[in-house]
């Protein structure tokens, strides 16, 4: 039995009519008029409307979607998706002066926290733009990330916002 690929319409017994948008060793993925995405058996109860056969590999929208995805965020300063801890969802930021003549300034601490991921996300950035830079020599590459880590030190304050470790500012690690 010779395997569809990407672009055959089928009509499955149970979803009904569909075209083939992914394939994989075991499972069909087809997008079905009536139910939407479904994963089936390669051997489902189904018949085949219209063939496709390629005799090359085909490349499914989730692959070339995975792949552009990983690429801008290797090479843009988009900022990825970071939870904030649970116990500060909602909550605010207050800055009180010491003149009491002046009010409190409040802030969504939610907002405050997109602004350190922001940051956060752009000093990668530039550490990934100095660390690929042929116009500095592995001296100059050495001091820059030596300020880098100093910043991210500088930083750590902020972990407590975070949800998760992996998300957390690192800076020089102490030999005490």
Not at 41 to 47: G, K, N, Q, T
Not at 58 to 84: M, Q
């Amino acid at each position: 039995m010779q395997l569809l690929s990407i672009g055959s319409r089928i009509n499955h017994s149970e979803y009904g009519k569909g075209v083939v948008t992914n394939v994989t060793a075991q499972h069909y993925w087809v997008t079905f008029l009536e139910n939407g995405l479904e994963t089936i058996e390669i051997d489902a109860d189904f018949s085949v409307i219209e063939a496709v056969y390629d005799e090359v590999d085909s490349v499914s929208f989730y692959e070339v979607e995975k792949s552009l995805i990983s690429i801008l965020k290797r090479w843009s300063d988009t900022t990825e998706k970071v939870a904030i801890a649970d116990k500060w969802k909602g909550g605010n930021l207050i800055l009180e002066p010491g003149d009491t003549n002046l009010s409190d300034k409040k802030i969504p601490i939610d907002t405050f926290f997109h602004k350190i991921v922001m940051v956060r996300d752009r000093i990668r950035v530039m550490e990934q733009k100095i660390n690929s830079s042929k116009n500095l020599d592995d001296q100059e590459k050495i001091d820059l990330q030596q300020y880098i880590t100093r910043i991210y030190g500088s930083l750590t304050t902020f972990n407590v916002l975070f949800k998760t470790k992996a998300d957390f500012f690192i800076g020089e690690k102490s030999n005490k």
